[in-house]
């Protein structure tokens, strides 16, 4: 499917500018901001959802200048994109920073400058903007039911993964033409809470990663999505509490072996590269059972965990950043060593708990 522009309706300054299709999706300069600049990326529904009641509003914010636009989401996915500089004129290389549900947090802002104050070049990604969808939620089903929604939760959770896997391709693409000196140096990915969960996806798409961090993440995504304490999605089945239960436990396994790009299917299938992995031992937003899931597929790489829930580990997340950068620039320069030598990286298999 053509890869058309969202409606986007100008409120104030300037509207974005289309710079065309990359790869699958439509990218739009929406504008500069501190050390670079803002895109929003877009590809269209095959089956469009219901508008939000509240449109999506974009700020686009540089030296007392501001965007505002509204974005259409029923038919478009979108992604939002921020590119900044390394501070420094030679940069170390670039990070693929793939944000949280929270749109790059005031934690991770944090996270990202100190990725710039240590030479590196960042593309932050944002998951689909609406990507918990509630339109189809409030349907009530029966177990006669159960394989239409566990494949349609199957689609669901695919497409969200994929979603960021083609943003970013299309990003990179994108400065591949217009900004190639971003480009420059390792790739490393660092994947946040939901962000996390699309970094497998996102590795294999691209291939050609250095490192890889992962801080919240798992994997088997229905058991995530219908078990976080956020409430992504609590089925209506009818019937007995007991058949509710058995239909809920067969959901979860039914989604899980329809998709396709689900962590625990994919993870075990990238390339060796460095692989570090920050895990809360008490999360409830992306069960702390789903993250060990997540680094057994991975194949048990290096892990610190903490004694933590997923909220507080983001708190505290410009605390850890010049470590986990120190880990970073470690596992890179160790790679590019091997490398040169014509040497196998070594198995992953590292532990801590802090």
Same mark, same amino acid.
């Given at each position: 499917?053509?890869?058309?522009?969202?409606?986007?309706?100008?409120?104030?300054?300037?509207?974005?500018?289309?710079?065309?299709?990359?790869?699958?999706?439509?990218?739009?300069?929406?504008?500069?901001?501190?050390?670079?600049?803002?895109?929003?990326?877009?590809?269209?529904?095959?089956?469009?959802?219901?508008?939000?009641?509240?449109?999506?509003?974009?700020?686009?914010?540089?030296?007392?200048?501001?965007?505002?636009?509204?974005?259409?989401?029923?038919?478009?996915?979108?992604?939002?994109?921020?590119?900044?500089?390394?501070? @420094?004129?030679?940069?170390?290389?670039?990070? *693929?920073? +793939?944000? !949280?549900? =929270?749109? /790059?947090? #005031?934690?991770?802002?944090?996270?990202?400058?100190?990725?710039?104050?240590?030479?590196?070049?960042?593309?932050?990604?944002?998951?689909?903007?609406?990507?918990?969808?509630?339109?189809?939620?409030?349907?009530?089903?029966?177990?006669?039911?159960?394989?239409?929604?566990?494949?349609?939760?199957?689609?669901?959770?695919?497409?969200?993964?994929?979603?960021?896997?083609?943003?970013?391709?299309?990003?990179?693409?994108?400065?591949?033409?217009?900004?190639?000196?971003?480009?420059?140096?390792?790739?490393?990915?660092?994947?946040?809470?939901?962000?996390?969960?699309?970094?497998?996806?996102?590795?294999?798409?691209?291939?050609?990663?250095?490192?890889?961090?992962?801080? @919240?993440?798992?994997?088997?995504?229905?058991? *995530?999505? +219908?078990? !976080?304490? =956020?409430? /992504?999605? #609590?089925?209506?089945?009818?019937?007995?509490?007991?058949?509710?239960?058995?239909?809920?436990?067969?959901?979860?396994?039914?989604?899980?072996?329809?998709?396709?790009?689900?962590?625990?299917?994919?993870?075990?299938?990238?390339?060796?590269?460095?692989?570090?992995?920050?895990?809360?031992?008490?999360?409830?937003?992306?069960?702390?059972?789903?993250?060990?899931?997540?680094?057994?597929?991975?194949?048990?790489?290096?892990?610190?965990?903490?004694?933590?829930?997923?909220?507080?580990?983001?708190?505290?997340?410009?605390?850890?950043?010049?470590?986990?950068?120190?880990?970073?620039?470690?596992?890179?320069?160790?790679?590019?060593?091997?490398?040169?030598?014509?040497?196998?990286?070594?198995?992953?298999?590292?532990?801590?708990? +802090?």
């Amino acid at each position: 499917m053509t890869a058309t522009a969202p409606s986007c309706l100008v409120k104030q300054g300037e509207a974005p500018l289309d710079e065309g299709i990359f790869k699958n999706c439509r990218v739009l300069k929406a504008g500069p901001v501190r050390d670079g600049f803002a895109l929003v990326v877009a590809s269209q529904r095959q089956t469009p959802v219901r508008e939000q009641e509240h449109p999506f509003v974009l700020t686009v914010s540089h030296d007392g200048d501001e965007n505002i636009f509204e974005l259409k989401t029923s038919d478009h996915r979108i992604s939002l994109v921020v590119v900044r500089a390394a501070h @420094g004129a030679r940069p170390r290389g670039l990070a *693929i920073y +793939l944000a !949280s549900i =929270m749109l /790059i947090s #005031r934690e991770e802002q944090a996270f990202i400058r100190c990725l710039q104050r240590r030479g590196w070049n960042v593309v932050a990604i944002t998951p689909a903007v609406n990507l918990f969808a509630k339109e189809r939620r409030g349907e009530e089903w029966n177990a006669s039911q159960l394989a239409q929604q566990a494949g349609m939760m199957a689609r669901e959770i695919d497409n969200g993964l994929a979603e960021t896997a083609y943003a970013t391709e299309a990003v990179l693409a994108y400065l591949e033409s217009s900004e190639p000196a971003y480009l420059r140096g390792p790739r490393i990915v660092v994947g946040a809470s939901a962000g996390a969960l699309a970094t497998p996806a996102v590795i294999k798409r691209l291939g050609g990663i250095d490192a890889a961090v992962y801080i @919240g993440g798992g994997a088997h995504l229905p058991e *995530i999505v +219908l078990e !976080s304490s =956020m409430r /992504i999605y #609590r089925p209506r089945i009818k019937g007995k509490v007991a058949d509710r239960n058995d239909s809920l436990s067969r959901l979860k396994e039914l989604a899980l072996k329809r998709s396709q790009m689900d962590p625990l299917k994919v993870a075990p299938a990238l390339p060796p590269i460095p692989t570090l992995l920050l895990t809360a031992e008490f999360d409830r937003v992306v069960p702390s059972s789903t993250g060990e899931l997540l680094y057994e597929a991975l194949g048990r790489p290096e892990r610190w965990r903490y004694p933590l829930g997923h909220i507080a580990l983001f708190l505290n997340l410009p605390l850890q950043a010049s470590r986990v950068i120190d880990w970073i620039e470690e596992a890179v320069q160790h790679r590019e060593s091997l490398t040169k030598c014509g040497d196998d990286p070594p198995p992953p298999g590292q532990e801590a708990s +802090l």
